[in-house]
């Protein structure tokens, strides 16, 4: 089958300034890919570039045709910086979008789906920034299409609206929608995307599942114990990699059926475990790695997913440094 988006060596420079340097990327169709990267990295040009509203070196394909030649109807887009008519109703907007389409999912349903039937009639000035957000996604979604591109579709959106778009956009891969999507939320990219590709400067530097990415980049998992005495206070010989923090031991690479040895080999060495938080890595240690910074506004694993955990009482796990 043709790949959905074929891009090979795009070059895009303003000036002197380099945006993208030699991007290439395959999205077969069906495919959910997230790209992130710092702020500057180039993501909204690459996606403007593939959308066929810039300028380009370079080739990319779209299910085989130009950018600038491919079937509108098939396209869904959300750009990042998309501000509708402020005075139309949510349901209005919608129906706007739908009529410049022959073939359209009925916009009630588009509201149902971005979860706006309540404020069908609420002009888009007075709805809240979510809100406002979930309806602009909306009218990427009105002809069905099968390749939808989405730059930063929640950003601005509090957590219960994030959820309810999660859902709605792994209900669209599920009937073959091919996605593709900017975050700065890497939980949003783990769970949403089978692929990742991470751009910085302008490249993109890595490019695989998140599982994979985690495995090659995110290090090792973290158990901290909070022991009683300090556990500088007695000698140690654990087979794994620890450092002492205060009254905190870490201990690194331990899995989760381990943890309950390692408190029985405190316990035997006297050290009384008084808390454990045990963490695994993460995306956004994957991003912290390569893109040499920390996750702007990130947010917690737990809001996205659930670790699996250990079977302590006391075990807890927390969200990406
Ligand atoms: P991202 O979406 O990852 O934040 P962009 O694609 O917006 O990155 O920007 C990549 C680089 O190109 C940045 O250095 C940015 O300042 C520059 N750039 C983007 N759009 C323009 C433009 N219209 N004119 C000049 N420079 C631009």
Redesign the pocket.
């Known amino acids: 089958m043709t790949d959905a988006i074929v891009a090979e060596d795009v070059r895009?420079?303003?000036?002197d300034?380099?945006?993208?340097s030699g991007v290439s990327l395959s999205v077969p169709a069906g495919e959910v890919f997230a790209?992130v990267?710092?702020?500057?990295?180039?993501?909204?040009?690459?996606?403007?570039s593939i959308t066929g509203t810039?300028d380009y070196e370079g080739s990319i394909a779209l299910f085989g045709d130009h950018p600038r030649t491919f079937d509108r109807s098939r396209l869904g887009l959300l750009p990042?910086d998309f501000t509708p008519h402020e005075r139309l109703t949510a349901q209005e907007l919608i129906a706007y979008y739908a009529g410049l389409y022959d073939q359209t999912h009925p916009p009630g349903q588009i509201l149902t789906d971005v979860g706006l039937t309540d404020s069908a009639e609420v002009p888009y000035e007075d709805l809240s920034g979510g809100q406002q957000r979930r309806a602009c996604v909306g009218t990427a979604l009105v002809n069905d299409p099968d390749l939808l591109i989405l730059?930063e579709p929640t950003t601005g959106i509090d957590p219960a609206g994030r959820r309810h778009l999660w859902t709605l956009l792994e209900e669209l891969a599920e009937t073959g929608t091919t996605i593709l999507l900017?975050t700065h939320y890497m939980a949003e990219a783990e769970r949403l995307a089978d692929r990742v590709g991470l751009?910085a400067d302008?490249e993109l530097v890595a490019v695989d599942t998140p599982a994979a990415l985690i495995d090659a980049h995110g290090g090792e998992t973290r158990l901290t114990v909070e022991t009683t005495p300090a556990p500088n206070a007695v000698s140690l010989d654990l087979e794994y990699r620890t450092a002492v923090s205060g009254t905190e031991l870490v201990v690194y690479d331990v899995g989760p059926t381990e943890i309950g040895a390692v408190v029985d080999r405190l316990a035997a060495a006297g050290l009384e475990a008084e808390s454990l938080t045990w963490s695994e890595p993460s995306l956004a240690d994957v991003y912290l790695e390569l893109a040499g910074e920390s996750v702007e506004g990130n947010i917690g694993r737990s809001e996205g997913q659930t670790p699996e955990s250990g079977d302590l009482d006391a075990l807890t796990t927390e969200g990406p440094s």
């Open positions: 895009r420079a303003y000036g300034t380099v945006a993208l790209l990267g710092p702020n500057g990295a180039g993501k909204t040009t690459l996606v403007r810039t990042q730059d900017t751009l302008g």
